[in-house]
């Protein structure tokens, strides 16, 4: 099977939940970061640098043996499968680790929406609510689902899954200072998720990808 993914240069949680499921699983796969005319041309027409048309004209999209698909949640599930982080015979395992998918898109979309206002001060406003209300929100019904969870650290039983893989990254870039009016001590009173990062980030697997392809820490 030849797989490729595509998605811009950075390690947003949509392409690394895929290109570290991936990773962990020893599937190898190529790790296409668009980026100067092969970003301007997906920008202006949605294609592809293997020619075809991203089906939301959005990234990540993946190629595997020349049939494309879109979507961060089907193409984690569908690589999922292959790296052995998403089963493929237990449904309801598979509906635990749906739900935090879903859940993570909530949580972006929240913060998308936050950021859209071109007005500063109403942005800021925005991003007030979002880190008062709406995160706290979210973080809390994702630590109680962790807490709910006696088998591991993890959201569903006893092993890492892709939804594990999904909520660190993205808890990542929520606390990283990156984002405007968002505190990097915005997870301090989270233990379940801040149990579940520390986890993740003493992975050997982990460690060694984000040490070849990042060389630090990130
Ligand atoms: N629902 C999509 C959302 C993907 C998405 O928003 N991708 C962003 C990058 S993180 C993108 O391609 N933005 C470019 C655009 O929308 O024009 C998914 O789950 O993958």
Redesign the pocket.
Known sequence: MKITLYY?KIP?W?AEVTRLSLYIGNIPFEDYRIEGEDYDKF?KTGELPNKKIAP?????VIDVDGKIF????A?ARFCGKLSGLYPKNDDYKAALIDQIIEGA?DINYLV?LSGRDKDAEKKKVARDILATRHLPKWFQFLEDLLKQNTKSVYFVESDLTIADLAIWRLLGWLKSGMLDGIPTTILDNYQNLNALREEIYKNPKVIKWMDEVYGKII
């Open positions: 811009f947003f949509r920008k939301f004209k959005q990234l990540p879109a979507q961060t949640g193409i898109q998308t």
